[in-house]
């Protein structure tokens, strides 16, 4: 999504986001988690494939060029949040009176619970389908016990699914009711790569889901985006290097 930056001949700046894909009896209902102010820095870092040790537990070569399958590539992302603006104006913004920014940093963290029963929302549609004849009518969400589907977007070529591995939150001023007002979040991720999800297909009767396959695409793209900007850099400097070669 887009934000103004007060001017209007300012450029629109995008806002990063998490996105949690869920699963409903009619298809995936995106719910996004934009951030207030975008992260100043974002740390990321990537682990190349090594070559497991041998039976007798000798190292395997180092130097050996061997990738089954792409890096592991973690994140750390700094997410800051303020409720003053909307303190300004109470009459606009009563939940912020009421939570401060509890409800945001709640919405958060809620990115690492199972989804141990169907929501409202996904009752109420669930509900409407049945009436509809749409999916037979059953509950189209059963109780599980994994974490839904996240998806980490920050701009249009940088959008992936993530686990989320760390959580910390350090409050920083707080209501009459002790609701923090003012927070830094500190969230790691972990990218989830397509053949996390298609690995399940190797198993006898397994198949995407809806949410699966989005984040699946999701990767696939963001890597081809890498691919095509690599080539740029690769372009635009191929001369001034094939120069200093010796052959």
Do not use: C
């Amino acid at each position: 999504m887009t934000v103004s930056s007060g001017s209007p001949l300012a450029p629109k700046v995008v806002r990063g986001a998490f996105v949690r894909l869920d699963e409903i009896g009619i298809g995936v209902v995106p719910q996004v988690i934009a951030f207030q102010y975008n992260p100043e820095t974002l740390t990321r870092k990537l682990k190349p494939y090594e070559q497991p040790a041998d039976k007798q537990g000798t190292p395997q070569d180092p130097a050996a060029r061997a990738a089954p399958y792409d890096p592991e590539e973690e994140m750390d992302v700094a997410i800051a949040f303020d409720a003053m603006d909307d303190l300004a104006e109470p009459d606009r913004h009563p939940q912020t009176v009421i939570s401060g920014v509890a409800d945001r940093i709640s919405a958060l963290e809620m990115l690492m619970y199972p989804p141990a029963t169907p929501s409202l929302l996904t009752s109420a549609v669930g509900a409407l389908a049945g009436a509809l004849g749409i999916g037979g009518g059953a509950d189209p969400v059963p109780t599980t016990t994994e974490v839904p589907i996240v998806l980490f977007v920050w701009g249009p070529g940088r959008i992936v699914p993530v686990k989320i591995t760390t959580f910390s939150v350090e409050e920083q001023a707080f209501n009459s009711a002790l609701y923090p007002i003012r927070a830094k979040v500190t969230v790691g991720i972990r990218v989830l790569t397509a053949d996390y999800f298609t690995s399940k297909l190797t198993e006898k009767g397994a198949r995407l889901t809806a949410a699966e396959s989005i984040a699946a695409t999701a990767y696939r793209a963001a890597v081809e985006q890498k691919k095509v900007l690599a080539a740029v850099g690769v372009a635009s400097t191929v001369e001034s290097v094939l120069a200093t070669l010796p052959f």
